[in-house]
């Protein structure tokens, strides 16, 4: 059920692709709490557990905009979610997660660090290995991807844990938008 609730926020939440750079100036958080006399403890960003390197694209080349393309894309957003890898995941989700937040929902990087809470450690490791079954994805139009929660292979979720997800791609490359 933690899943459940992930996956509504994940579908919603991450950050917008105009917004990435606001989250990535944003001050870390303080508590008021000392841990010596006169200097405040900081407390760490979720980008500082990050285990991975984000999915930001390296040089000018394109993904390929095909269906193994959208696959691989969404593979990457859904290890990236077990390895709690806050800037693969709201760099994946962007167009979703601006829409979210356009209905009210915090930036993409506060919400996912309390959406990665409620991820059992279970769920985590089997979508550390998440793999998608190309026979089970949806071709829409040749830019855009349904990725039912059937077409995950390396665990069996529900529709009501994981969802389904439409990734279209838009400036080269798949990102998720529904």
Known sequence: MAVTACVVLVACVACGLENSKGDADAKPSQSSASTRAGEPSVTPSASARTEKPSATPTGDQPAPRTKAGAIKRY????????????????????????????????????????????????????????????????????????????????????????GSYTLEYLKNDWYITD
């Open 75 to 162: 593979e990457q957003y859904l290890r990236a979610l077990g390895h709690e890898d806050i800037d693969t995941v709201c760099e994946v989700a962007g167009p979703a997660a601006k829409k979210a937040q356009d209905q009210g929902l915090g930036p993409c990087k506060s919400t996912y660090a309390t959406v990665f809470q409620m991820i059992s450690p279970a769920q985590k490791k089997a979508l550390r290995t998440a793999t998608v079954d190309p026979q089970r994805v949806v071709v829409r139009t040749p830019d855009k991807m349904e990725m039912p929660v059937a077409a995950v292979t390396s665990a069996t979720f529900s529709e009501t844990d994981l």
